[in-house]
Nanobody, 118 residues
Framework: QVQLVESGGGLVQPGGSLRLSCATS????????MGWYRQGPGKQRELVAA???????NYADSVKGRFTISRDNVEKTAYLQMNSLKPEDTAVYYC????????????WGQGTQVTVSS
């Protein structure tokens, strides 16, 4: 059974930091690309950051220089370090794992709420 479990969300003041974790089980983690998405109130889900199986990363323009995605293949966990948080970063953050091997495998976590407010 595949599971992606996000943690680390919460309430933080503007300018603060949070570190999200996505613990996985049931997948060969090292071959999967991992991504963090978010969906703010009244908005569509958007890609925040992604990391390939070989460690290449890409970021949404809105978070470049503030967020860092990383992965630990031993712990089978992906991380999103979020610094200099802004109120517009408020959203539910979702972890995604995907790989194409004969067919596309695509899994999602349940989401974790991040609220940036004073």
């Amino acid at each position: 059974q595949v599971q992606l479990v996000e943690s680390g969300g919460g309430l933080v003041q503007p300018g603060g930091s949070l570190r999200l974790s996505c613990a996985t089980s049931g997948i060969s983690f090292s071959i999967y690309g991992m991504g963090w998405y978010r969906q703010g109130p009244g908005k569509q889900r958007e890609l925040v950051a992604a990391i390939t199986s070989d460690g290449s990363t890409n970021y949404a323009d809105s978070v470049k220089g503030r967020f860092t995605i990383s992965r630990d293949n031993v712990e089978k966990t992906a991380y999103l370090q979020m610094n200099s948080l802004k109120p517009e970063d408020t959203a539910v953050y979702y972890c995604n794992a995907q790989v194409i091997a004969r067919r596309r495998y695509d899994y999602w976590g349940q989401g974790t709420q991040v609220t940036v407010s004073s």
